[in-house]
Nanobody
Framework: EVQLQASGGGLVQAGGSLRLSCAASGFPFDDYAIGWFRQAPEKGREGVSC????????YYADSVKGRFTISSDNAEKTVYLQMHSLKPEDTGVYHCAADRAYYCSTAGFNYPRMAYWGKGTLVTVSS
């Protein structure tokens, strides 16, 4: 059974930083990707970033480029999202999602089609 455990959310002032973690286990295959999408109050979902574990392909949404960095620890099957220069519009529930590597490319992150979603962690950025 695939399990995804997200952590690291919290309350931070605008301009601050947070680091999210997503620990994964139980994958039945080796070529997989893990990423983050967020749901803001009264807004739709947005794919934020993803990374593939086989070749370290990374994707960032335009809204977070230059501020967020995704990284992976293959041995621990954990993905980190380092968030800097946070803005109030970054507020939302951040979920990690995982599936085969082809759901993540430099052009996009097809999280809606991914089979495995974890419970979210809340990020609140105050102005």
């Amino acid at each position: 059974e695939v399990q995804l455990q997200a952590s690291g959310g919290g309350l931070v002032q605008a301009g601050g930083s947070l680091r999210l973690s997503c620990a994964a286990s139980g994958f039945p295959f080796d070529d997989y990707a893990i990423g983050w999408f967020r749901q803001a109050p009264e807004k739709g979902r947005e794919g934020v970033s993803c990374v593939t574990f086989n070749d370290d392909t990374r994707y960032y949404a335009d809204s977070v480029k230059g501020r967020f960095t995704i990284s992976s620890d293959n041995a621990e099957k954990t993905v980190y999202l380092q968030m800097h220069s946070l803005k109030p519009e970054d507020t939302g529930v951040y979920h990690c999602a995982a599936d085969r590597a082809y759901y993540c490319s430099t052009a996009g992150f097809n999280y809606p089609r991914m089979a495995y979603w974890g419970k979210g962690t809340l990020v609140t950025v105050s102005s």
